[in-house]
T-cell receptor
Framework: EAAVTQSPRSKVAVTGGKVTLSCHQTNNHDYMYWYRQDTGHGLRLIHYSYVADSTEKGDIPDGYKASRPSQENFSLILELASLSQTAVYFC???????????????FGPGTRLTVL | GDSVTQKEGLVTLTEGLPVMLNCTYQTIYSNAFLFWYVHYLNESPRLLLKSSTDNKRTEHQGFHATLHKSSSSFHLQKSSAQLSDSALYYCALLNTGYQNFYFGKGTSLTVIP
């Protein structure tokens, strides 16, 4: 079964501090994604990557950086955390190739980030 | 650009009644690939069902949906709600590059006895 893990599972950060959220997948998938989930907004794409050492901006990239050092690992970095970044963050992976039938995204358990 | 609209943010139903969660989409491409994801509390979102074929019903775990390209809709239905169906449901559109999903805002379904 596909496996996506995230760490930490929850974090409390101070405004202006640096936060790094990590994601690891053992699916051998090329594509990895970072989403944030907020009530009333659903899942919104922050950054994604389709190959190691390359990242792409999603729909709401401002205030976030991403890093993909290897196929298995994808990090989300908040250089200067702000109150508005309090949310639940989900990482996901997908094959990304082979068309529609292989497009299913597999999600991690989420990281609850609270910025005070 | 592409987008997905889920009209209802919150739906509360009595057990045994039918479920219908609305999903409409907008895309500039002729092909449309639609998905429903379900997110149970304290779990990860996971795929419930998907479709790319116009007017063909797709079913999984008691839920079903039919993609209607003429009305750009992909509503999720179930004949009889169960308490265990309480969850957050996301409709999603896959872009034609098969890489990015556009998620709706989600519908929180609560089933009560």
């Amino acid at each position: 079964e596909a496996a996506v893990t995230q760490s930490p599972r929850s974090k409390v950060a101070v405004t202006g501090g640096k936060v790094t959220l990590s994601c690891h997948q053992t699916n051998n998938h090329d594509y990895m994604y970072w989403y944030r989930q907020d009530t009333g907004h659903g899942l919104r794409l922050i950054h994604y990557s389709y190959v190691a050492d390359s990242t792409e901006k999603g729909d709401i990239p401002d205030g976030y950086k991403a890093s993909r050092p290897s196929q298995e690992n994808f990090s989300l970095i908040l250089e200067l955390a702000s109150l508005s970044q309090t949310a639940v963050y989900f990482c996901a992976s997908s094959s990304g190739t082979g068309g529609y039938n292989y497009a299913e995204q597999f999600f991690g358990p989420g990281t609850r980030l609270t910025v005070l | 650009g592409d987008s997905v609209t889920q009209k209802e943010g919150l739906v509360t139903l009595t057990e045994g009644l039918p479920v219908m969660l609305n999903c409409t989409y907008q895309t500039i491409y002729s092909n449309a690939f639609l998905f429903w994801y379900v997110h149970y509390l304290n779990e990860s979102p996971r795929l419930l069902l998907k479709s790319s074929t116009d007017n063909k019903r797709t079913e999984h775990q008691g839920f079903h949906a039919t993609l209607h390209k003429s009305s750009s809709s992909f509503h999720l239905q179930k004949s009889s709600a169960q308490l265990s169906d309480s969850a957050l449901y996301y409709c999603a559109l896959l872009n034609t590059g098969y890489q990015n999903f556009y998620f709706g805002k989600g519908t929180s379904l609560t089933v009560i006895p």
